[in-house]
């Protein structure tokens, strides 16, 4: 029940990082004020790195950032090894 939930959760978060970084993308090319890197970086490392890192690959979204390309591949590292711990041992 627990991980059901904890997996809905995740999921919720990474919808929305993916959207949420998509949505940057579309306003840095219509020149309007961008979404700070610093929501961006929490969002991705409070659960939505896995969104983060296709918006990132499909729409190069954040990716002229430098600290987008090391600290979202490592959040989507810890994450899934904590999902992988979860699953194995719930």
Request: proline letters at 1%; hydrophobic letters at 60%; aromatic letters at 12%.
């Amino acid at each position: 029940m627990a991980t059901t939930i904890i997996f809905s959760l995740l999921f919720v978060l990474n919808v929305v990082a993916f959207f949420v970084f998509v949505a940057d993308k579309h306003r840095e090319q219509n020149e309007k004020e961008r979404i700070s890197a610093s929501s961006l970086t929490a969002l991705s490392i409070c659960g939505g790195a896995y969104g983060a890192a296709m918006a990132m690959l499909l729409f190069k979204a954040a990716n002229e950032i430098k600290k987008f390309k090391v600290l979202v591949p490592i959040a989507l590292l810890l994450w899934l090894v904590l999902v992988v711990m979860l699953k194995c041992f719930m």
